[in-house]
């Protein structure tokens, strides 16, 4: 007796489903992380291939993790700048934020008490927001004083606890005083510098965007 037509095509496909193998799932869209910083975070100097946003999604897309990594970095931006922003740099689709600003504050001598409030509150706002965090700190040298390099280094261990978000003690850890590694101004990453940072960062986002 003749197999009707419909029969036969759904053999067919039933027939190819089983050579093609269990059907692949359906991957999500793309985590998205934004950095609140400065120059380093903006990609001072380099192009957006090369600055830290992007070489920083390239790491995390080598640790299995799809991410959109926005720049959100204004140069010479203090932590004062960072919470005056915070609620429109900071889009409403950012599954976490990398708060990576200090440096300036440094680089101005502000006073530790001012940075750690500015710090906090733009903590507290993407609390509220619901955002997660990982926050990235920067390392005061003892040669500028050794009391306020203390005092500014205890900044970020201490908000880190007090909010219970990832702590990346130092953003420029292994870059910082390497000629090789920095643009001329010896302030700034270069491209192997961004890629350094990018490289270390990665697992600690990765980390926190399982959390979230």
Do not use: C
Request: no cysteine.
């Amino acid at each position: 007796m003749a197999t009707p037509s419909h029969t036969r095509r759904a053999l067919l496909a039933w027939s190819l489903a089983l050579a093609a193998g269990p059907a692949l799932a359906q991957p999500g869209r793309p985590r998205v992380i934004t950095m609140l910083g400065d120059s380093i975070t903006a990609g001072y100097g380099l192009p957006a291939a090369a600055a830290l946003p992007n070489q920083l999604r390239l790491q995390l897309q080598k640790l299995g993790v799809a991410a959109l990594v926005r720049a959100a970095g204004v140069s010479g931006d203090t932590t004062a700048g960072g919470l005056a922003r915070v609620d429109f740099s900071v889009r409403k689709d950012t599954d976490l934020v990398i708060v990576a600003l200090g440096a300036n504050d440094l680089l101005q001598g502000q006073d530790p008490k001012r940075t750690r409030a500015n710090l906090d509150g733009i903590l507290k706002r993407l609390k509220a927001r619901k955002v997660g965090v990982v926050l990235a700190g920067i390392a005061a040298p003892v040669e500028i004083g050794g009391g306020y390099a203390r005092d500014f280094n205890a900044i970020w261990p201490a908000l880190a606890r007090a909010h219970g978000v990832p702590l990346y003690p130092n953003l420029i850890d292994g870059v910082a005083r390497n000629p090789s590694l920095n643009q001329p101004d010896g302030i700034h990453p270069n491209a192997r510098g961004a890629a350094i940072i990018a490289a270390r960062l990665a697992p600690v986002v990765a980390r926190a965007l399982t959390r979230r």
